[in-house]
């Protein structure tokens, strides 16, 4: 029974144990490689061979990262999920019990609980650890923790080998993704953050509801920080293909430009509305963790706005903010500039400010 959550060390060795005593084979089988591939335990120490198995490493099984393995179970987004965390009990506890309901899932996904050793061969790595927002905090507040925990996540991800792509969904998510970046000497387009994915699926929510239609007909983002300067570039957005701004202005007064401006505001609201009520966010974040995990392992090129380095993009160089990109098998392929009226220039660039500035203060945090 403890192989189902073992890891792929301790499950090799319990099937050699038990191939010797029931004739002495075990180590002949294993060295011929007999075993089916469901039991063939890849990508271990001195083995070159990695299989086309789609495997997730999530750090942090908080509420966070067990609404996105819950996510990833039902959705049967990969083959394999080692869980990490800082309290192992934890992360155990979380592995039994996803794979207890695994019968009546769509899945055959494998999970179990493991370490930093394990997740050399993974695809992706998912970050959920960190400190968690408290009620009327800030998530520029949040920085200066985050920071330290990270350096220490980050270190050890990088000395295990890993060598795929690093999701972070920790808050101030923009910030973290840079400061991730910056730690791991990854190649940009590997890491990123989920950004204003879950702002845009809230605002599209909003807004099916107002013009009573199904949100995957409404083509609209928010931009920006994920946080209070990120906007919305309504001179961008649509409904099929006519812009809402006309849409409105030919309803006859039914619809208006303010009742979206309104809107606005409420999606900027959502996460402390959410945090009063419950004191924290975790499913919609899980779904959206999923959603990018799935566009990544079906090298979907799908657009989603995420926080990305900008580069030339806006000016923004170094800076990582949320803006539509799209997204393929090796991360990020590239992002995709808006013609912006003047005003939310300005807005993009305030958010941009506000980025970089959180990032300024916390940078000397990242050489010590």
Excluded at 54 to 71: E, N, P
Excluded at 86 to 100: N, S, T
Excluded at 202 to 212: S, V
Excluded at 277 to 299: N, Q
Aim: net charge neutral; aromatic share 6%; hydrophobic share 45%.
């Amino acid at each position: 029974r403890a192989g189902l959550w073992a890891d792929p060390e301790t499950l090799h060795a319990q099937i050699a144990l038990a191939l010797a005593m029931a004739g002495g084979a075990g180590e002949g089988a294993l060295a011929a490689g007999c075993f089916p591939a469901s039991l063939r335990i890849l990508g271990g120490e001195g083995c070159s061979v990695k299989d086309d198995r789609r495997k997730v490493a999530l750090i942090g099984v908080g509420m966070v990262g067990a609404s996105y393995a819950y996510a990833m179970l039902n959705q049967n987004a990969c083959d394999e999920l080692v869980l990490i965390d800082i309290d192992e009990k934890r992360a155990q506890g979380e592995a039994m019990d996803l794979m207890h309901g695994l019968a009546f899932a769509p899945s055959s996904l494998r999970v179990w609980a493991g370490g930093y050793e394990h997740i050399r061969d993974a695809d992706i790595a998912v970050l959920c650890a960190g400190a968690a927002q408290q009620p009327g905090e800030s998530r520029l507040a949040l920085l200066r923790r985050n920071v330290r925990v990270y350096r220490e996540i980050v270190e050890n991800i990088v000395r295990s080998g890993f060598c795929g792509v690093l999701l972070v969904a920790v808050n101030p998510v923009d910030v973290m993704a840079r400061v991730v970046q910056q730690l791991s000497g990854f190649a940009p387009g590997r890491v990123f953050g989920s950004g204003t994915a879950l702002d845009t699926g809230r605002l599209r929510h909003l807004l099916a509801g107002y013009f009573q239609v199904n949100p995957r007909n409404l083509h609209a983002y928010v931009m920006g920080e994920h946080g209070d300067s990120g906007f919305v570039p309504w001179s961008q957005a649509m409904l099929a293909t006519r812009r809402l701004r006309e849409v409105c202005r030919q309803s006859q007064g039914r619809l208006r430009m303010e009742a979206l401006t309104a809107l606005e505001r409420e999606v900027r609201g959502c996460a402390q509305a959410i945090i009063e009520a419950k004191h924290a966010t975790y499913y919609g974040i899980g779904l959206v963790l999923c959603r990018i995990t799935r566009a990544i392992f079906e090298d979907e090129n799908g657009v989603l706005t995420l926080s990305v380095r900008l580069g030339a993009l806006y000016d923004g160089g170094d800076i990582y903010a949320g803006v539509p990109c799209v997204v393929h098998r090796e991360g990020i392929r590239e992002t995709i500039p808006l013609a912006l009226t003047e005003g939310e220039k300005n807005k993009m660039r305030r958010s941009l400010r506000i980025l970089d500035e959180a990032y300024r203060s916390i940078e000397g945090m990242l050489r010590g």
